[in-house]
């Protein structure tokens, strides 16, 4: 089986990880919803650094199926340990989706994550890694 790369916005892992640390900072790094294209996926989410650590908070991923959840956590850890972060905290919203997606469901409880009521989000899949 051949490994197909997932660009995001159209960059690879390598691309995104050349980028200046500030431009990651003020671009992505926002603490704000962001709509971008990882694959075939068209994703809603936030990142935001909080001291050691890395959040990613995902609401809503449409479309996609090659693995993009995997690309995304390749390319965070791979963010994580070139910055010196040591956690990566991932909040999913795929608890109360109109049209749930199983597959998703069963991918975070194969990785780990488990359903948490989170202060001032609710209820969603929740994993914290350590790098």
Known sequence: MSHREI????????????????????????????????????????????KSRLVIELAQIEGGGEGVLIGLASLAKRYAKLHGLSEIEWIVHAITCAKPNLKLRRVLERRGFVVRSIDGIGDAYHLIETV
């Not at 990651?24 to 990142?47: H, M, Q, Y």
């Open 7 to 50: 660009k995001f916005e159209g960059l690879s892992e390598e691309e995104i990880l050349a980028l200046p640390r500030e431009t990651i900072k003020d671009l992505v790094l926002i603490d704000e919803p962001l709509v971008f294209r990882g694959g075939t996926a068209t994703i809603l989410g936030s990142f935001k650094q909080k």
